[in-house]
């Protein structure tokens, strides 16, 4: 099983991006679906996570501005990045987690904003 994040970039403060992550192979049981980011010289942290339950977290510094989904029948994850600041540039990494907490990680994808 592989995951596989795509959608990062180059963008002004202010305007948005969409990170896709796609599950490739054949996974059951998916417990939720997530995304990290970890920027330079900094600890890696949770972005948002949404599980299968309908449920979905947010770290503070990004309420209101990313919104998380999920399409279970494509297993994938997207994450709606909006009115994006300075400090959203990390690399930013897709995970999942099934129900018997096995964590699978995706490759990262750079965001970079520019002020």
């Known amino acids: 099983v592989q995951l596989q994040a795509s959608g990062g970039g180059l963008v002004q403060a202010g305007e948005s991006l969409s990170l896709s992550c796609a599950v490739i192979g054949s996974i059951l049981d998916i417990s939720a679906m997530g995304w990290y980011r970890q920027a330079r010289g900094k600890q890696r942290e949770s972005v948002a996570v949404i599980h299968s339950s309908g449920g979905i977290n947010y770290a503070d510094p990004v309420k209101g501005r990313f919104t998380i989904s999920r399409d279970s029948a494509k297993n994938t994850a997207n994450l709606q990045m909006n009115s994006l600041k300075p400090e959203d540039t990390a690399v930013y990494s897709c995970?999942?987690?099934?129900?018997?907490?096995?964590?699978?990680w995706g490759q990262g994808t750079l965001v970079t904003v520019s002020s």
């Open positions: 995970f999942l987690i099934t129900r018997d907490n096995n964590p699978y």
